[in-house]
């Protein structure tokens, strides 16, 4: 069964602290696409990356940074120096052979000034 | 640039009320189409898909349907609300795949929320 486990619900953190939001996922599928959305308080998913299971080189743009390990099935999103703007909930999908996306359940992250 | 618009922003209705909500995406063709609805603090449930004008999957069964009378419409419907089916209704877009590599990225419309009351 295809399936996206973010276990972290709520994080809370003060400006300026490092904070990684986990993502697992569960596919048979050799080939699959990981994706991470961040969903404001204005209710947009605003979409940040898509990555394919055949490239496992980390990302970096900005402040964001993903560890994808297929050995752990885990694509983990972390934030640097997080801000107030950072608040959020951020979800982790996965897509296989079809369009469809399957969410995580997402986890809120309070950026506390 | 392509964008993906929804209406209406919010709605309260009573039970056993019609629904229509309406996504209309702009800057592109032939696009796949997707709704979803979030209950609150809980995640996204695809409701329905469609590939192409009159083609709509259905996901989940309920008293929800879907059209898409044009390329770049795709309406949400119902004859009668219940109260669960109050709710954060996203529409969402994706290029339509040619080929055989993987699913497009999609991208979502501002939502609307809906409240039965």
């Known amino acids: 069964a295809q399936k996206v486990t973010q276990a972290q619900t709520e994080i809370s953190v003060v400006e300026k602290e490092d904070v990684t939001l986990d993502c697992v996922y569960e596919t048979r599928d050799t080939t699959y696409y990981l994706f991470w959305y961040k969903q404001p308080p204005s209710g947009e998913l605003v979409f940040l990356i898509r990555?394919?299971?055949?490239?496992?080189q980390n990302e970096i743009s900005g402040r964001y940074s993903w560890n994808f390990q297929k050995s752990t099935s885990s694509f983990n999103f972390t934030i640097t120096a997080s801000q107030v703007v950072d608040s959020a909930v951020y979800f982790c999908a996965l897509s296989y052979n079809t369009d469809k996306l399957i969410f995580g359940t997402g986890t809120r992250l309070q950026v506390f000034p | 640039s392509q964008t993906i618009h929804q209406w209406p922003a919010t709605l309260v209705q009573p039970v056993g009320s019609p629904l229509s909500l309406e996504c209309t995406v702009e800057?592109?063709?032939?696009?796949?189409l997707y709704w979803y609805r979030q209950a609150a603090g809980r995640g996204l449930q695809l409701l329905f898909y469609s590939v192409g004008i009159g083609q709509i999957s259905s996901e989940v069964p309920q008293n929800l349907s879907a059209s898409r009378p044009q390329d770049r419409q795709f309406i949400l419907s119902s004859k009668k609300l219940l109260l669960s089916d109050s709710g954060f209704y996203l529409c969402?877009?994706?290029?339509?795949?040619?080929?055989?590599?993987?699913?497009?990225?999609?991208?979502f419309g501002p939502g609307t929320r809906l409240t039965v009351l």
């Open positions: 800057g592109t063709s032939n696009p796949n």
């Open positions: 990555r394919n299971s055949f490239d496992e």
């Open positions: 969402a877009w994706s290029v339509r795949r040619t080929s055989r590599r993987g699913p497009d990225t999609q991208y």
